[in-house]
């Protein structure tokens, strides 16, 4: 895996994640977390394309346009840095017109097994 790498994924937005449902609003409309959901998603995905197994542990995410369900999305994580097990990435989630979604997402290389272990 190398700084430049590209994830992108397309996803039909449903009615089960809209604010109004999940309560993180009052409106129909596509929620933050189901947008932060998606980002994270397509950067976990980059690298677990690439053999590793890794846990989110930062977003900084803005919100910009609002969408409705049956609308198609587009996510894309690139991986900006790599230090040691700590991965930083740039995700954005577009719809067909513009971005509705950007920011920053971090991610750390774990072993399972011994992550799991430390919580028993």
Known sequence: MKTGDIYTMTHMV?????????????????????MIRLMEL???RLA????????????NISHLKAC?????????AVL???EGRRLSYK?????AQEIIGEGF?????????RFMAKLK
């Open 68 to 76: 409705v369900p049956g609308t198609e999305v587009i996510a894309e």
């Open 42 to 44: 397509a950067a976990y």
């Open 80 to 82: 900006q840095e790599m």
């Open 48 to 59: 677990e394309s690439h053999g590793h197994q890794t846990v989110g542990t930062k977003v």
């Open 14 to 34: 449903s009615e089960n994640e809209t604010a109004e449902v999940l309560g993180s609003g009052g409106l129909p409309v596509y929620s933050t977390p189901s």
């Open 91 to 95: 995700v954005t989630v577009k719809d």
């Open 105 to 113: 997402h971090e991610r750390f290389i774990i072993d399972p097994e």
